[in-house]
């Protein structure tokens, strides 16, 4: 993967395997201090859902290694798989997150 400016988010994925574009997307949501940063989103789209999963990676990773889920989810599940900031399709920053901080982002 590219080495990305500080504050850009990637170019969206369209040709990875067993990844199906429309679940890709990013949003820009505040972080726990307020703060506006763009995240990039694996979303399977399933609306009015009967449960939700939230898909958390780990460190260094990407939300791609949840795409085999978005895609074996039971009917009427919801599938989230969002990539931290500074990984993946998402906005890079100056300095890595600490555990505290990445926690406090995904609950914000």
């Known amino acids: 993967m ?3 400016p ?8 369209t ?3 067993g ?5 890709s997307r990013l949003v820009t949501v505040a972080d726990a201090d307020g703060a506006k940063h763009t995240w990039h989103v694996l979303d399977n789209g399933v609306r009015n859902p009967s449960g939700t999963l939230l898909c958390v ?7 791609y290694l949840w795409r085999r889920l978005l ?4 009917p009427g599940w919801r599938v989230v798989a ?10 890079r920053l100056p300095a890595p997150r600490s555990l505290r901080q990445r926690v406090a982002d995904l609950a914000t």
């Open 82 to 91: 969002p990539d931290h900031l500074g990984m993946g399709w998402s906005e």
């Open 15 to 17: 040709a990875l395997p």
């Open 57 to 63: 990676h780990g460190n260094p990773t990407w939300s």
């Open 6 to 13: 500080e504050k850009e988010a990637a170019p969206l994925p």
């Open 2 to 4: 590219r080495t990305l």
């Open 19 to 23: 990844l199906d574009p429309a679940w």
């Open 71 to 74: 895609a074996a989810a039971p």
